[in-house]
Protein backbone atom coordinates (compact mmCIF):
# COMPACT_ATOMS: atom_id res chain seq x y z
CA UNK A 1 0.00 0.00 0.00
CA UNK A 2 1.12 3.27 -0.98
CA UNK A 3 1.71 5.96 1.51
CA UNK A 4 1.19 8.88 -0.55
CA UNK A 5 -2.26 7.67 -1.13
CA UNK A 6 -4.11 6.73 2.67
CA UNK A 7 -4.21 10.33 3.75
CA UNK A 8 -6.05 11.21 1.12
CA UNK A 9 -8.59 8.81 1.94
CA UNK A 10 -11.39 9.25 4.91
CA UNK A 11 -10.96 7.01 7.89
CA UNK A 12 -13.19 5.24 9.30
CA UNK A 13 -13.22 5.24 13.28
CA UNK A 14 -13.28 1.71 14.38
CA UNK A 15 -16.32 2.27 16.54
CA UNK A 16 -18.68 3.25 13.57
CA UNK A 17 -16.74 0.00 11.36
CA UNK A 18 -18.33 -2.04 14.57
CA UNK A 19 -21.43 -0.65 14.81
CA UNK A 20 -21.73 -1.21 10.94
CA UNK A 21 -20.59 -4.77 12.05
CA UNK A 22 -23.20 -5.19 14.52
CA UNK A 23 -26.44 -4.03 12.30
CA UNK A 24 -24.89 -6.75 9.34
CA UNK A 25 -24.71 -9.12 11.80
CA UNK A 26 -27.99 -8.79 13.26
CA UNK A 27 -29.70 -8.44 9.81
CA UNK A 28 -28.29 -11.87 8.85
CA UNK A 29 -28.48 -13.58 12.67
CA UNK A 30 -32.25 -13.52 13.28
CA UNK A 31 -33.19 -14.67 10.25
CA UNK A 32 -31.20 -17.59 10.84
CA UNK A 33 -32.33 -18.31 14.14
CA UNK A 34 -35.54 -18.58 13.36
CA UNK A 35 -34.64 -21.90 11.31
CA UNK A 36 -35.07 -24.07 14.68
CA UNK A 37 -32.42 -25.43 17.20
CA UNK A 38 -29.72 -26.92 15.56
CA UNK A 39 -26.70 -25.04 15.66
CA UNK A 40 -24.83 -26.70 12.80
CA UNK A 41 -27.66 -25.83 10.16
CA UNK A 42 -28.14 -22.08 12.01
CA UNK A 43 -24.57 -22.03 11.18
CA UNK A 44 -24.42 -22.79 7.68
CA UNK A 45 -27.25 -20.06 7.03
CA UNK A 46 -25.45 -17.82 9.10
CA UNK A 47 -22.87 -18.22 6.62
CA UNK A 48 -24.47 -18.09 3.37
CA UNK A 49 -26.80 -15.38 4.11
CA UNK A 50 -23.85 -13.48 5.46
CA UNK A 51 -22.35 -14.25 1.74
CA UNK A 52 -25.35 -12.96 0.20
CA UNK A 53 -25.57 -9.48 2.09
CA UNK A 54 -21.50 -8.97 1.79
CA UNK A 55 -20.65 -10.02 -1.62
CA UNK A 56 -23.44 -9.55 -4.34
CA UNK A 57 -25.11 -6.86 -2.53
CA UNK A 58 -21.86 -4.87 -2.08
CA UNK A 59 -20.77 -5.34 -5.42
CA UNK A 60 -24.34 -4.53 -6.76
CA UNK A 61 -24.57 -0.84 -4.20
CA UNK A 62 -21.04 0.27 -4.58
CA UNK A 63 -19.20 -1.25 -1.97
CA UNK A 64 -22.09 -1.06 0.93
CA UNK A 65 -23.72 -3.45 2.89
CA UNK A 66 -26.99 -2.38 5.61
CA UNK A 67 -24.72 -1.81 8.12
CA UNK A 68 -22.01 0.36 6.02
CA UNK A 69 -24.95 2.27 4.27
CA UNK A 70 -26.38 2.55 6.72
CA UNK A 71 -23.01 4.77 9.08
CA UNK A 72 -21.61 6.50 5.55
CA UNK A 73 -18.98 3.66 4.34
CA UNK A 74 -18.13 1.45 2.03
CA UNK A 75 -15.26 -0.72 1.00
CA UNK A 76 -12.64 -0.29 -1.54
CA UNK A 77 -9.62 -2.25 -2.87
CA UNK A 78 -6.19 -0.72 -1.64
CA UNK A 79 -4.22 -0.33 -4.70
CA UNK A 80 -7.24 0.47 -7.04
CA UNK A 81 -9.34 2.89 -4.40
CA UNK A 82 -12.75 1.47 -6.31
CA UNK A 83 -14.93 -1.33 -5.24
CA UNK A 84 -13.11 -4.73 -5.00
CA UNK A 85 -13.75 -7.65 -7.26
CA UNK A 86 -15.95 -10.81 -6.05
CA UNK A 87 -12.62 -13.07 -5.61
CA UNK A 88 -11.34 -10.17 -2.43
CA UNK A 89 -15.05 -9.79 -1.54
CA UNK A 90 -14.84 -13.55 -1.02
CA UNK A 91 -11.55 -13.66 0.95
CA UNK A 92 -12.73 -10.93 2.70
CA UNK A 93 -16.11 -11.61 3.98
CA UNK A 94 -15.23 -15.47 4.26
CA UNK A 95 -12.78 -15.13 6.84
CA UNK A 96 -15.07 -12.80 8.51
CA UNK A 97 -18.20 -14.73 7.65
CA UNK A 98 -17.24 -17.66 9.67
CA UNK A 99 -15.76 -15.16 12.61
CA UNK A 100 -19.03 -13.78 13.15
CA UNK A 101 -21.21 -16.98 12.81
CA UNK A 102 -18.55 -18.32 15.34
CA UNK A 103 -19.71 -14.91 17.77
CA UNK A 104 -22.90 -14.81 17.15
CA UNK A 105 -23.62 -18.80 18.33
CA UNK A 106 -21.42 -17.77 21.07
CA UNK A 107 -23.76 -14.99 22.18
CA UNK A 108 -26.88 -16.99 21.26
CA UNK A 109 -26.13 -19.91 23.25
CA UNK A 110 -24.93 -17.94 26.47
CA UNK A 111 -26.29 -19.03 29.59
CA UNK A 112 -25.25 -18.67 33.02
CA UNK A 113 -24.25 -22.36 33.22
CA UNK A 114 -22.76 -21.98 29.96
CA UNK A 115 -19.91 -19.30 29.65
CA UNK A 116 -17.93 -20.89 28.10
CA UNK A 117 -19.47 -20.63 24.61
CA UNK A 118 -18.58 -16.63 24.75
CA UNK A 119 -15.07 -18.20 23.68
CA UNK A 120 -16.62 -18.48 20.06
CA UNK A 121 -15.93 -14.70 20.05
CA UNK A 122 -11.98 -15.02 20.20
CA UNK A 123 -11.65 -15.53 16.33
CA UNK A 124 -13.13 -12.50 15.87
CA UNK A 125 -11.26 -10.33 18.13
CA UNK A 126 -8.44 -12.03 16.95
CA UNK A 127 -9.24 -11.16 13.64
CA UNK A 128 -10.17 -7.26 14.49
CA UNK A 129 -6.99 -7.10 17.05
CA UNK A 130 -4.77 -5.81 14.17
CA UNK A 131 -6.77 -2.75 13.40
CA UNK A 132 -6.18 -2.14 17.21
CA UNK A 133 -2.52 -2.55 17.15
CA UNK A 134 -1.50 -0.87 14.03
CA UNK A 135 -3.11 2.84 14.79
CA UNK A 136 0.03 4.32 12.62
CA UNK A 137 -1.30 3.33 9.43
CA UNK A 138 -4.58 3.43 7.93
CA UNK A 139 -6.37 1.01 10.21
CA UNK A 140 -7.02 -2.63 8.57
CA UNK A 141 -8.04 -6.21 10.45
CA UNK A 142 -6.41 -8.98 9.24
CA UNK A 143 -9.29 -9.89 6.90
CA UNK A 144 -8.67 -6.37 5.05
CA UNK A 145 -5.13 -7.40 4.87
CA UNK A 146 -5.83 -10.66 3.70
CA UNK A 147 -7.73 -9.36 0.53
CA UNK A 148 -6.49 -5.80 0.33
CA UNK A 149 -8.90 -4.00 1.43
CA UNK A 150 -9.84 -1.22 3.53
CA UNK A 151 -12.95 0.60 5.05
CA UNK A 152 -13.33 4.50 3.86
CA UNK A 153 -16.02 7.32 4.52
CA UNK A 154 -18.66 8.14 2.31
CA UNK A 155 -20.85 10.56 1.56
CA UNK A 156 -23.47 8.14 0.20
CA UNK A 157 -25.73 6.84 2.72
CA UNK A 158 -28.22 7.01 5.46
CA UNK A 159 -25.81 8.82 7.88
CA UNK A 160 -27.69 6.65 10.88
CA UNK A 161 -25.09 7.93 13.86
CA UNK A 162 -25.36 11.73 13.20
CA UNK A 163 -29.38 11.38 13.65
CA UNK A 164 -28.96 9.08 16.69
CA UNK A 165 -26.32 11.77 17.91
CA UNK A 166 -28.33 14.68 17.44
CA UNK A 167 -32.17 13.14 18.73
CA UNK A 168 -29.66 12.17 21.97
CA UNK A 169 -28.39 16.17 21.88
CA UNK A 170 -32.27 16.93 21.79
CA UNK A 171 -33.38 14.48 24.27
CA UNK A 172 -30.64 15.51 26.52
CA UNK A 173 -31.20 19.37 25.98
CA UNK A 174 -34.89 18.64 26.89
CA UNK A 175 -34.09 16.58 29.94
CA UNK A 176 -32.05 19.90 31.19
CA UNK A 177 -34.95 22.25 31.16
Known sequence: MSSDLVPLLPK???ERRAAAFCIDAIAVGLPSLLL???PIVQTIFFVLLWMILRVPIVRKNQGQSIG?????MKIADVRFQRIPGVQEL???EGLLGICAALAFAGVARLTSTNAAVLLLILPLAIDCSTAFIDTARFPQAFHDRLSGTMVIGTKRGYSLDIKVRRLLDQVQSNVRR
Open 68 to 72: RWALD
Open 12 to 14: VSL
Open 90 to 92: CKR
Open 36 to 38: GTN
